[in-house]
């Protein structure tokens, strides 16, 4: 095609057991092109409203990045979006690692899957012919099983596979998608969506090069190259690729951001036990996704309390303070244990863990009986051996798990007894492990993406406050100029919030990995830009950029219209205005109104009405969205199936 797609979308009815090929022009492309916008794009129009999010009539979409697949760093994502299980509204996860460039290689931008086969199945897929193929074999088998079942049937030892586990063959609404053992859609419960069509997994090999797909290919592996060398030099990408994600502890936990005990606290006493000396000590290897110099996935390995192995990805610092500190664990090993679990059976860690706490504070409080309630499982806080016994059987929705498996807030709805105040969620998806009381940008992204209580819908806080830090000068050529302190929710803020929300969809629209590009990274505006230009061919500038963001952030939110959702399900828990109960932010509180004030000019500032949160129709005519509205539903600019 030579703009960096290859213009094609597979079809998969598994209703009737049929596949096709639809293709698509460049211009349709320029307005959706790729991940994030090319998959809601569909979504929106093949799934009615109303749908079951676990009913045939929801569509799982899987959809590479513009630039996924590239020669540059960290352009390794790809988006798995429909329904949630877990929220009733848009669901959405991103996940790196090779499943899919390998998709782009076969000669696919993206897989559809409608409807729902009467048996389970697989899908295997090469240099763009697909096969459905049956899995009576596969299902109910562990991951690693299913893995090399797969490649030996096809006689690939390096097909790409992307499969769920027993959580996801189980419909527990938050369970995740893995490729490769060690790459995980976790959020928002897309393994149950896939789980629900009966597809056990999809499998994918090309023989394509990404470069043949660029429109200047020499310029596109410059800039490719010179990122490269760059990863040691930026002390962002280089503190990635020493620790990786797991050295945010230390630093989180003395600034009293590190949630502690379901978020009650900021701040850990005996941090030291998940701290980094102490993974440092149970670290195997670190490895890395397609084409990325970064190399921030570590992995464990080791025999001692526990035996963990490395055969999935260790655990990264979501899974160390949601198992560690939020649930009052101090034992790295029973932390790196947990982590394993819920990769065994496929279990977003973020959900997990953050159901595991609140129930563990129902507990507390005496709103659940511990034989009465949950068969005997002794959830306290503290109780590392009670979490290794809950995770199964959430996995299997036996016993405890039955619960367990709801999510915080479906058991708080059941539990009521005021204990709605401290499920640590926002639309039903559980809080990613960062404490907003202390960077309230944060809350800003909680509360207001369609998703739900995501972290990666902005940049965070800290980045904004000293002008003449890296990550600051990082954001100034997308137009953020003026610092603010990390607290702060005024006017500043509020616009430099909005600008990092465009900027960070537009990362998910091109592929991008949230550690590639600045202000949080080394990857800088223009680097991103030139990527795009070289890919394309398109002489697209900052601006642009930002607009493909905002588009596709638009989108997500008539999705969310279309389903019944407004203004008040834009909140946070209210925990979050209550004032923190330990570290050096004790007493820090979000204020309600303030907060409220700085929500409002935010559906201002993105022309949506401040009183519904949807957006205003002169909104969406300037994205060209108007077909979002209802009525005939456009077909796209230069939509042709094939």
């Not at 025999?303 to 303070?321: C, F, K, S």
Request: glycine content about 12%.
């Amino acid at each position: 095609m030579g703009f960096g797609s290859n213009g094609t979308i597979l079809r998969v009815d598994l209703t009737a057991g049929t596949t096709r090929v639809e293709t698509f022009d460049e211009a349709f492309y320029r307005q959706y092109p790729g991940g994030k916008a090319l998959a809601l794009y569909h979504l929106l129009h093949d799934m009615p409203a109303g749908a079951d999010p676990l009913g045939p009539d929801n569509v799982l979409v899987l959809a590479t990045g513009l630039l996924t697949g590239a020669p540059v760093s960290t352009a390794t994502r790809f988006n798995a979006i429909a329904k949630s299980p877990l929220t009733g509204g848009f669901g959405e996860s991103e996940a790196g690692g090779y499943w899919g460039p390998e998709l782009k290689m076969a000669g696919l931008d993206a897989i559809i899957l409608t409807g729902r086969s009467p048996k389970p199945v697989w899908i295997w897929i090469r240099d763009g012919q697909a096969e459905i193929r049956d899995a009576a074999t596969l299902w109910g088998q562990d991951p690693p099983f299913v893995q090399e079942a797969i490649r030996a049937d096809v006689g690939e030892k390096n097909a790409r596979v992307l499969q769920i586990g027993r959580a996801g063959e189980n419909l527990v609404p938050y369970a995740m998608l893995m490729n490769d053992l060690r790459h995980y859609n976790g959020r928002t419960g897309m393994g149950a969506v896939m789980g629900s069509k009966n597809v056990r997994a999809i499998a994918v090999k090309g023989s394509s090069r990404y470069l043949q797909l660029a429109n200047d290919p020499t310029a596109l592996g410059q800039v490719g190259k010179s990122l490269s060398g760059r990863v040691t030099e930026h002390p962002q990408s280089w503190d990635l690729r020493t620790k990786g994600t797991p050295g945010l502890t230390d630093g989180l936990n003395a600034a009293g951001i590190l949630p502690t005990r379901n978020f009650r606290q900021g701040s850990f006493e005996q941090v030291e036990g998940i701290g980094w000396a102490a993974f440092e000590a149970i670290r195997s290897a670190t490895r890395t996704c397609y084409a990325c110099a970064v190399r921030c996935k570590p992995e464990t390995a080791f025999e001692g309390r526990y035996r963990v192995t490395d055969t999935y990805d260790g655990p990264e610092y979501e899974a160390i303070a949601g198992f560690g500190s939020n649930c009052a664990i101090f034992d790295i090993q029973l932390v790196a244990r947990a982590n394993e679990l819920c990769n065994e059976v496929g279990l977003d860690v973020i959900s997990a863990a953050g159901t595991v706490a609140f129930v563990m504070e129902c507990v507390e409080h005496g709103l659940l009986d511990v034989d009465r309630d949950l068969g005997g499982l002794d959830l306290h806080f503290g109780n590392g051996e009670a979490v290794l016994e809950a995770i199964p059987l959430i996995a299997d929705r036996t016993g405890a798990g039955e619960l367990l498996a709801l999510g915080s807030r479906a058991i708080s709805q059941r539990v009521g007894q005021g204990s709605e105040a401290w499920a640590m969620q926002v639309k039903g998806l559980e809080l990613a492990m960062h404490e907003p009381r202390g960077k309230v940008g944060v809350a800003l992204g909680y509360a207001t993406n369609e998703a739900g209580a995501d972290h990666l819908v902005a940049f965070h806080d800290p980045i904004f406050v000293n002008p003449e830090s890296v990550g600051f000068k990082g954001a100034m050529p997308l137009g953020i100029t003026e610092p603010s302190p990390a607290r702060d929710l005024g006017p500043v803020k509020v616009g430099n919030w909005y600008t990092g929300e465009r900027w960070n969809s537009a990362e998910k629209v091109l592929g991008l990995c949230f550690f590639g590009p600045a202000p949080r990274s080394f990857i800088q505006v223009e680097d991103v830009r030139n990527a795009v230009r070289a890919a394309t061919g398109w002489d697209v500038t900052v601006d642009d950029l930002l607009e493909i963001g905002e588009r596709a952030v638009n989108m997500a939110r008539m999705f969310n219209v279309r389903e019944g959702f407004d203004r008040r399900a834009d909140k946070l828990p209210e925990r979050l205005h209550l004032p923190l109960e330990g570290g050096p932010l004790t007493g820090v509180s979000i204020d309600r109104d303030e907060f409220e004030a700085a929500v409002s000019a935010l559906y201002t500032l993105k022309g949506w009405d401040p009183q519904t949160g949807a957006p205003t129709p002169s909104c969406l005519e300037r994205l060209g969205l108007e077909w979002t509205m209802g009525g005939e539903v456009a077909t796209g600019s230069g939509a042709r199936p094939g």
